[in-house]
């Protein structure tokens, strides 16, 4: 899933200070998993800009909503009375939310409320962490089903460097080296000399790296 | 002879090597360089120029290879991936071997979070072991990584860095072999303080026949401090200083620590000059260059072929 975090009340604030009414718009899928944008969030985030205004004697209105997802035009259909009402819009969702508002309400104003941080999951209770970078081109065949394009701090297709200890990063003592990972897998699996081959350079036009990206499906179009 | 490298010369004629490392500056001082390459002269068989090491800004390899070798010092150029391309990495290579460079050091390169410049981009397009390759078949190939043909190509010995200390310990030496595969001439490693482990790990190479296929220099320090020990034997990841280095560093005092450090490395010197099938030794004194002549004559490794 996609994997956001709120942005500091400060820059939010800053966001909207020019505004006296707005509207919260929250999604209901991944953020509202990893508890950045959901529904609760909404709430939470309302009050608090609230209570901020109230302070500095500038009150604000605030309208609340949160579809089930913010990045489908059936879904953010929804919210056009709502939107149309305020001065602006505040998006709980992640960048694509954002966008999806921007493109279906053109006149609107639309700011960002969390960080679009990552493709990953929940490793247990209040911890995410990143799988996948989305590179449009999956080695995870090859790697003992571990990503070292994002699992690598260096993206490393023929790891693991020289800076591999204790089974640690040598970038960040927290994270795992995802190419211990790697052998310690292909060694349970008695695959250890698929490590042997050199994979060769990565093609990463599959990836940003080749513009912005579209899939157009011919079969499916109406 | 691949390249016709002074370094690649003293090999191939089974001399010990001995090669040294130069820090290039964070400015544009030529006197620095010079002076610290002057400083090499007639002690090393190649000089290293680091690129951008711990990734800090610095002077060019490139450039400071370059002024090197007009004044008659052999320069060994890093090239690392953190913030070139493909593109990028085969132009530099290009005018790096029209300007006399000979020796070339793949690597991948430190992360830029360890640098002066923590927010920047990294690029990894390629790892160390895709960079040999690269290397290896604009050389052997004529031929570009996209496939075209190089009219006129590049002759470079290649090296790579190999640590014996890192983990997991028993695929090193598998993943020198990927070097090897990969096309090296030869490898210069992580430094050893552990000889202990440096003679397993070389066991390891001997085992799969490495040594015979490629030139491996041992990598040696010399200390300065107990405390410099110290932090390199726990902060610093794939370092590995056995308790009884820092031991003699810490009994020998403040005032005779850079002393002692020096004996430490000669001893280390001596020691893994007698493991069959290492080929030379790289000394790495960074901000400390003018140390190396002392160890060279001390180890007895006068006068250079």
Not at chain 1, 164 to 175: H, I, Y
């Amino acid at each position: 899933m996609i994997v956001g975090e709120r942005k500091p009340m400060q820059e939010i604030l800053d966001m909207i200070a020019d505004h006296k009414k707005i509207f919260i718009a929250g999604c209901g899928t991944c953020v509202a998993v990893c508890m950045a944008g959901g529904d609760k969030e909404v709430s939470i985030l309302s009050s608090a800009i609230k209570m901020a205004r109230n302070k500095e004697n500038k009150p604000i209105e605030i309208l609340e909503q949160t579809p089930l997802r913010q990045c489908e035009w059936e879904f953010v259909d929804e919210l056009k009375d709502k939107i149309e009402a305020c001065e602006a819009v505040l998006s709980m969702a992640c960048g694509i939310g954002v966008q999806t508002l921007v493109e279906r309400f053109p006149k609107v104003i639309v700011y960002p409320a969390v960080n679009t941080t990552f493709l990953g999951l929940p490793e247990e209770q209040g911890v995410w962490s990143e799988r996948c970078g989305a590179c449009g081109n999956c080695v995870l065949d090859k790697t003992g089903g571990i990503c070292p394009i994002v699992r690598c701090s260096k993206s490393l297709l023929n790891g693991p460097c020289g800076g591999s200890q204790d089974g640690k990063c040598e970038v960040d003592p927290e994270v795992d080296c995802a190419w211990q990972l790697i052998y310690d897998r292909l060694k349970t699996l008695g695959k250890l000399d698929d490590l042997t081959e050199i994979l060769p350079p990565k093609d990463w036009s599959t990836g940003r790296d080749g513009g912005p990206r579209k899939i157009v499906r011919e079969d499916m179009k109406l | 002879m691949k390249s016709g490298s002074n370094l690649e010369k003293i090999l191939c004629a089974g001399h010990f090597a001995v090669t040294a490392e130069l820090g290039p500056p964070k400015s544009v001082s030529a006197e620095v360089v010079y002076k610290k390459a002057e400083t090499l002269k007639g002690y090393a068989d190649a000089v290293n120029i680091t690129d951008c090491q711990t990734a800090i800004v610095r002077m060019s390899s490139i450039a400071a290879g370059s002024m090197l070798a007009s004044r008659g010092i052999e320069p060994i150029i890093q090239m690392t991936c953190r913030d070139r391309n493909r593109i990028a990495i085969q132009s530099d290579l290009l005018g790096a071997s029209a300007l006399g460079v000979k020796n070339l050091l793949c690597l991948t390169g430190d992360h830029q979070k360890f640098g002066n410049h923590p927010q920047s981009k990294n690029v990894f397009d390629l790892d160390s072991i895709q960079l040999i390759k690269m290397v290896k078949d604009m050389r052997d190939e004529k031929k570009f990584q996209c496939g075209e043909e190089i009219k006129v190509e590049p002759h470079f010995f290649i090296g790579a860095a190999e640590n014996p200390f890192s983990e997991p310990f028993e695929f090193r030496v598998l993943r020198l072999a990927k070097k090897v595969k990969a096309g090296i001439d030869f490898v210069q490693t992580q430094v050893v303080y552990n000889v202990e482990k440096f003679s397993k790990w070389m066991e390891m190479v001997r085992e799969l026949g490495l040594h015979e296929k490629v030139f491996i220099l041992a990598g040696v320090a010399p200390l300065k401090s107990a405390g410099m020990a110290k932090y390199m034997k726990n902060n610093v990841p794939g370092m590995d200083v056995p308790d009884k280095i820092v031991e003699r560093m810490t009994v020998a005092g403040k005032e005779k620590a850079k002393e002692e450090g020096v004996n430490i490395c000669i001893d280390i010197i001596d020691q893994v000059k007698e493991i069959k099938g290492v080929a030379g030794v790289h000394i790495m004194a960074i901000e400390w260059e003018e140390i190396v002549p002392e160890i060279v004559e001390k180890a007895g490794l006068l006068p250079r072929p």
